[in-house]
């Protein structure tokens, strides 16, 4: 089995900032590419920033200069920093991994569950 799971997520305020992390656990042979994305209400869920294997990145439009997504190998974890948060980026954040459960594996898309980020004042 595999495990993606968020933490990080909570209510902040307009231009405050907040760290997530996503952290795959279990039957691990080598993960590719991690992404985070995102789902507003009523939404469809969308990229948010993503990191492959060689740690060269991508972000949306909407969040260049002020998102950044890092990873750690040895820790399987991937990172998103947060900064100057807008009232728009209020959403259910996801974690995505590509990942092989063995060296002549496929690579296979996981999900973790979410972790919500509200930016209110």
């Known amino acids: 089995q595999v495990q993606l799971v968020e933490s990080g997520g909570g209510l902040v305020q307009p231009g405050g900032s907040l760290r997530l992390s996503c952290a795959a656990s279990g039957s691990i042979f080598r993960i590719g590419a991690m992404s985070w994305y995102r789902q507003a209400p009523g939404k469809e869920r969308e990229l948010v920033a993503r990191?492959?294997?060689?740690?060269?990145?991508n972000y949306a439009d909407s969040v260049k200069g002020r998102f950044s997504i890092s990873r750690d190998n040895a820790k399987n974890t991937v990172y998103l920093q947060m900064d100057s948060l807008k009232p728009e980026d209020t959403a259910v954040y996801y974690c995505n991994a590509n990942l092989a459960r063995s060296a002549l594996g496929p690579f296979i898309s996981y999900w973790g569950r979410g972790t919500q980020v509200s930016v209110s004042s």
């Open positions: 990191i492959s294997s060689d740690a060269s990145t």
